[in-house]
């Protein structure tokens, strides 16, 4: 069963930067912590997980057009970047490139996307794991068998350095809902941090108890009157919230994928390396790299 390793770049980029201090630096004196701990972490999946491929996803968009027009607070909330990460992103780009690494975006749309197409295009037989800090993307999560591929999510708990594993059992663990369900689960919870504020009074426990009680949103709707008259009124109240969500929250299987198989330039790395403030894990990425 070939294995492959799907990173979520910008979420475990986001992770670096807060994980380690700003006085890594480049030769200029430019924080590099970002790009220091995104490399060696993929030094250790290398290392930890030995993948037949690796493929670092990008958000091509990280608000897309496609989801503001259906609603437009989608990730209005976000405050700006710190000044010192972007420029990261652009430098990591590059340092992946040179060093011949796979990478795949879906133009237009979230790196979630790209990621969810990339599954949705397996073959059967493939064996998936998503590294990422983004619970959306359990709703990808798969067991396998006959005629679809096993899809795990590796979450990052802390830092970049320690993960956990879902598969559907651990999914049902944590949440007492089925990967199946995620995305009902993650529509009434609400997710502060996208802009969404999920169905009033209704928080995990709840949700969950509802959708074990029910098929789908759309019977949870129908039979809201044998709930609490609370809870019965904040889900009518919430239908038309309810009905976009729907459009908004499931990660999309069928965007366009554009992927890079760059071949590694040794000379550029090789000036990259100490220009950018990473000749260590670039080192260790190399000797992790089959």
């Known amino acids: 069963m070939p294995f492959r390793l799907l990173l979520d770049t910008s979420s475990l980029m986001y992770r670096a930067f807060y994980a380690l201090p700003p006085t890594i630096s480049d030769q200029q004196g430019k924080p590099a912590n970002a790009i220091h701990g995104y490399l060696d972490m993929t030094a250790r999946l290398l290392t930890d997980y030995a993948p037949d491929e690796l493929i670092h996803v990008y958000d091509a968009d990280w608000r897309p057009a496609g989801r503001v027009a259906i609603y437009p607070p989608y990730k209005g909330n976000r405050p700006e970047d710190p000044v010192t990460l972007p420029p990261q992103f652009d430098r990591l780009r590059e340092i992946l490139t040179a060093l011949g690494q796979v990478q795949a975006e879906a133009p237009a749309w979230e790196a979630d996307d790209a990621i969810g197409t990339l599954c949705a295009t397996a073959a059967a037989t493939d064996h998936i794991g998503i590294v990422t800090g983004d619970r959306d993307l359990l709703q990808l999560v798969q067991d396998g068998g006959a005629d679809q591929p096993k899809i795990e999510v590796l979450y990052t708990v802390r830092g970049v350095s320690n993960l956990a594993t879902f598969d559907e059992t651990a999914v049902m663990e944590k949440y007492y ?9 993650a529509i009434l919870r609400g997710d ?11 928080g995990e426990k709840s949700a969950a108890k509802l959708i074990a009680a029910y098929p789908s949103l759309e019977a949870i709707l129908k039979n809201a009157s044998s709930q609490t008259a609370r809870i019965a009124t904040s889900l ?7 009905a976009l969500m729907q459009q908004i929250v499931p990660v999309r299987r069928d965007v366009k994928i554009e992927v890079n198989r760059p071949p ?12 950018y403030g990473v000749s260590g894990p670039v080192k260790r990425l190399e000797a992790a790299t089959p």
């Open 177 to 185: 809902v089925p990967p199946q369900r995620y995305v009902d689960f």
């Open 192 to 202: 502060s941090s996208d802009g969404l504020p999920g169905v009033k009074g209704i």
């Open 236 to 242: 009518q109240d919430a239908a038309a919230y309810i």
């Open 264 to 275: 590694k330039n040794e000379l550029l790395v090789a000036t990259l390396a100490p220009q």
